[in-house]
């Protein structure tokens, strides 16, 4: 007996119907694929865990030096305090002698911390970088525009200005400032 309506038992099932597992070289592609996304990921978190580190370092930095730079200009009247002390005390006294040695361990200390004194002497060319007029007076031992007396020393903390000089400027000699110019 034959039965030709009864399905053949030795041919495959349909194609359809069996899942398709990958292959090695899809596994393998996959696995390549997902290492590069990770690598680039890992460089990514390093790269920004890099930038942090090194904005925490400068702003650590620039926070220092803002406290030294408040602190050196809070102690810088202090120490112009002891400059006029020792101008008006009389030298070789023990008071004197004393207030010196004060002066210069503080000054000592503060150029420790990178503290620079700039001095203006007379004839130096007024700059409004590093001087403040305080006065202008007529003169005819300096020339118009330069400074004739320091009142008050400048300070540099690295290369940042703390404080300008306090000076006396020439406005030239009484003579020159009345003629009139010629045309």
Known sequence: MTTENQPDQTA???????????????????????????????????????????????????LIRNARENLITALLPALDNLERALEHSPEGTPL???L?????????????FGLAEITVNPGTTFDPNLHEAVSQVESTDHP???????????????????????????????????????A
């Open 12 to 62: 495959p099932p349909p194609a359809a119907a069996e899942p398709t597992a990958p292959t090695l070289e899809q596994q393998l592609t996959e696995a390549q694929a997902a290492a590069a996304a990770n690598w680039d990921k890992f460089l990514r978190a390093t790269a920004d865990f890099d930038n942090y580190r090194k904005r925490v370092t400068r702003e650590r930095d620039e």
């Open 96 to 98: 004197h002698d004393g």
């Open 100 to 112: 010196l040695q004060v002066q210069k361990q503080f000054a000592r200390s503060l150029a420790e």
């Open 144 to 182: 118009d525009g330069s400074v004739v007396e320091q009142l008050q020393s400048a300070y540099k903390l690295g290369d940042r200005l703390l404080r300008p000089a306090r000076v006396v400027v020439s406005k030239g000699s009484p003579a020159a400032a009345g003629s009139p110019t010629p």
